[in-house]
């Protein structure tokens, strides 16, 4: 695991600054402390900064072929490279150390970008061919590790994180209005976006290569849409089960100690018996809890539970509203704002469990999988609706909207999901889905900053067509959605950058991409069956995980900021969206967002992702000294 950055001059006769490089390298010191270099030839430059994870003696980079023609940079783990070393040794490679970034030098150096087709992993990595002159840069395929690039008329440069290319003091830091609606819109922003003007991301399972003629962007994977499972239940079970245990096998390889997040959830609780039945070792395991008025929040009397069932060496911490004092810092790390509160959580642990693990598993990546939100029972839920007569329906539409709601309540937060339920019926299914996870619609967005243009942007325009990839399933619809876009630019780039931070790696086997394939695979129907979310996952770990833990209920993996945003944070939060400030700003509405803080202080709405996305955003502006024109 490494921070990676570069340059590439499009005129071959000018020379790269060295000391350049070695800034933009210091910039992501926290993701490699272990180890740095930077390599520069001419019009080409890279480097890198290492956490040693294999091969710990010898997999020092920037890393060259033994002639000089090629040099890589790499960030993550190609968890096949032992079986891609055996393939290439056949071919005639001879190797020089055991690391897996050595495998994919010669790999592209035999196949070019072909041996995109055959790496499993997660990775972001650059390669110069000094035989060609290009230099070739790739990116997974869900979008586990980041990256980044900005290019002009004269360069293209790269990093891991946005914040090594602002060491560029003369990069514009202007405010990108389309991905500013995207952001108000969902509380992130979509690849290839950013936030700023001239920087975009690298999407998953594409690859850029760039010459004297200037950049090419592809795409190299794509998720197969068909379904072609015939198996019965009892033979699918086994043959998710089976494919769980290979997709952990396969990461759980490493030359320092793993250990894993434990939630008590699902898919928590599945990979700590899986890494029990690989490794016949106890597993070294970590949870989060919340204690007084957030006690809704917390899980680790259901974490402890599995903790003691498999006899980990389990670690706990709390977490009280004192966390906000680092929220500042933490907006710096995660290079863009963010709505979802999963960023502060994960990092504590991360800070937690860095003190005694270097590589950590997470559960990322099951809901999407296997269909575990409860919004993906809209279609299930919406057929019973149908059946209650049309006055009743609007008897009830009216009436919850009335009624006081708010996520740190479990009754007040099934009125949330009333609430929504309700106004979206009658919607297509994409505005339906799209309003159940969007923050504000589109006239929502005009009325808080009036000063952008009307009319879809681009980036809220291409999310329909990741929805219809897919004919005629609505779940498979929604998933798709969900592995394009949150997935991707929310919860993994949080969860790169928040771990990161803490110098810890982390792995989400549950995204492997053999497993993602596979199991999109799999009917619909025996995802959520009879309205029950993640049927065939639970069927796949029946008699193995305890009952207690299938039958748990899902809570999000967040901590309570609405809660807070109402008592401790509530002075942080008016300073920061003070009418003063905004009205200097010149972006937001001052009325508008009073009435949203209103509305949620007294539980008239919940507006808990809303306002973090504007606190966040505020301190993101106030960091980087962000323009809008």
């Known amino acids: 695991m490494c921070g990676i950055v570069g340059k590439f001059l499009f005129d071959g006769e000018s020379i790269v600054d060295i000391p350049q490089l070695r800034r933009m390298c210091n910039a992501i010191a926290h993701r490699g402390p272990d180890d740095e270099d930077v390599f520069a030839c001419g019009q080409v430059g890279l480097g890198m900064r290492r956490l040693s994870i294999i091969d710990l003696a010898s997999g020092h980079q920037p890393m060259r072929t033994e002639d000089g023609a090629f040099t890589i940079v790499f960030n993550g783990e190609i968890y096949n490279h032992r079986i891609v070393r055996r393939d290439l040794e056949g071919r005639g490679v001879r190797f020089r150390t055991r690391s897996d970034t050595e495998c994919i030098l010669q790999a592209y150096r035999l196949d070019g970008p072909a041996c995109l087709q055959y790496l499993s992993g997660m990775f972001a990595f650059a390669i110069w061919d000094a035989t060609s002159g290009e230099l070739f840069v790739a990116r997974d395929r869900l979008g586990i590790k980041p990256l980044y690039f900005s290019r002009n008329s004269k360069e293209l440069v790269f990093a891991s994180e946005i914040k090594a290319l602002l060491t560029d003091s003369e990069l514009p830091r202007t405010l990108d209005n389309d991905s500013f609606v995207y952001f108000l819109r969902y509380g992130y922003v979509a690849s290839p976006a950013t936030l700023l003007r001239g920087i975009q991301q690298l999407p998953p399972a594409h690859y850029l290569v760039a010459n004297k003629h200037g950049v090419t962007v592809n795409r190299y994977w794509r998720l197969c849409t068909t379904v072609g499972c015939r198996r019965t239940v009892a033979e699918l079970s086994e043959y998710v089960y089976h494919l769980l245990k290979s ?113 950590i598993m997470s559960g990322i990546g099951g809901d999407e999988l296997f269909g575990g939100y409860r919004r993906y029972l809209g279609p299930y839920l919406d057929s019973y609706y149908r059946i209650v007569p049309h006055a009743m329906r609007n008897v009830m539409a009216t009436a919850s909207t009335w009624l006081p709601v708010d996520r740190g309540s479990a009754v007040m937060n099934t009125f949330r999901l009333a609430r929504g339920f309700f106004t979206s019926h009658g919607l297509s299914p994409y505005e339906r889905y799209d309003s159940a996870v969007q923050l504000l619609g589109p006239s929502q967005v005009l009325a808080l900053s009036p000063v952008l243009s009307e009319g879809e942007s681009a980036l809220c325009a291409a999310r329909r067509g990741y929805f219809h990839e897919v004919d005629d399933d609505v779940l498979a619809q929604m998933q798709r959605l969900d592995l394009n876009t949150s997935l991707a630019d929310s919860l993994l780039q949080l969860t790169d950058k928040m771990s990161m931070a803490a110098s810890l790696e982390t792995r989400v086997p549950l995204l492997d991409h053999e497993l993602v394939e596979a199991v999109a695979t799999i009917p619909s129907c025996l995802k959520i069956k009879n309205g029950a979310l993640r049927f065939i996952q639970k069927k796949s770990m029946e008699g193995k995980l305890p009952n207690r833990v299938l039958r748990k209920k899902k809570r999000g993996f967040g901590c309570p900021i609405g809660t807070w945003f109402r008592n401790d944070l509530r002075a942080q939060l008016q300073d920061m969206l003070a009418p003063s400030r905004l009205k200097r700003q010149g972006l937001l509405s001052p009325q508008r967002v009073h009435a949203v803080i209103r509305e949620h202080q007294q539980y008239q709405a919940d507006h808990t992702d809303l306002l973090l996305a504007l606190f966040t955003f505020q301190l993101w502006c106030d960091e980087w000294k962000v323009a809008h024109v």
């Open 247 to 359: 997709a952990v096998e396969r990461q759980l390889v490493s030359d320092v100690p793993i250990g894993a997040f434990l939630s008590g959830g699902l898919d928590s609780s599945s990979l700590v018996h899986l890494m029990t039945e690989v490794t016949g070792a106890a597993v070294r395991t970590y949870s989060i809890g919340f204690a007084g008025v957030d006690a809704f929040h917390d899980e680790l009397g259901d974490a402890r539970y599995v903790a003691q069932r498999y006899g980990t060496n389990h670690h706990e911490i709390y977490v009280t509203p004192d966390v906000g004092t680092i929220i500042p810092r933490l907006v710096h790390h995660l290079d863009q704002p963010l709505a979802d509160s999963s960023f502060i959580v994960t990092y504590v642990m991360s800070l937690h469990a860095r003190d005694t693990v270097k590589v």
